[in-house]
């Protein structure tokens, strides 16, 4: 058995043990705890702002499925074509301002009343 594995390591380690020590050797990255802002621990210069505008598209996004709205009425009630909706809430949030998300997210807010 110890023979069979050995001969399926490929590359450049000529046994499994190789491969392992390879693995737990002192120049493998150390792993750190982040902060709460992942766009901080990137080190971008808009970090806070960045992490406010992801805190409301995930409102917006839960709110949406909390309403169980589709996204042509999600769309409708916040005034975006579908494919505006699509890339919000997939992400593509940069080109939005914190106060346009906030807006949105009152739309929202109204239209549940």
């Known amino acids: 058995m110890k023979d069979a594995r050995a001969a399926r390591v490929s590359g450049r380690f000529a046994t499994v043990a190789e491969l392992l020590a390879d693995l737990n050797a002192d120049d493998t990255p150390e792993a750190h705890d982040g902060s709460t802002n992942v766009y901080a621990d990137l080190g971008r210069p808009d970090a806070d702002e960045m992490q406010a ?23 409708a009630a916040l005034g ?34």
Request: hydrophobic share 45%.
């Open 53 to 75: 505008k992801a805190t409301l598209v995930t409102k917006i996004s839960q709110t949406i499925a909390a309403r169980q709205l589709s996204n042509d009425q999600a769309a």
């Open 80 to 113: 975006l074509t579908l494919a505006e909706l699509g890339e919000l809430l997939t992400g593509h949030f940069r080109a939005h301002s914190v106060d346009g998300l906030e807006r949105l997210a009152a739309l929202l807010d109204e239209a549940g009343r």
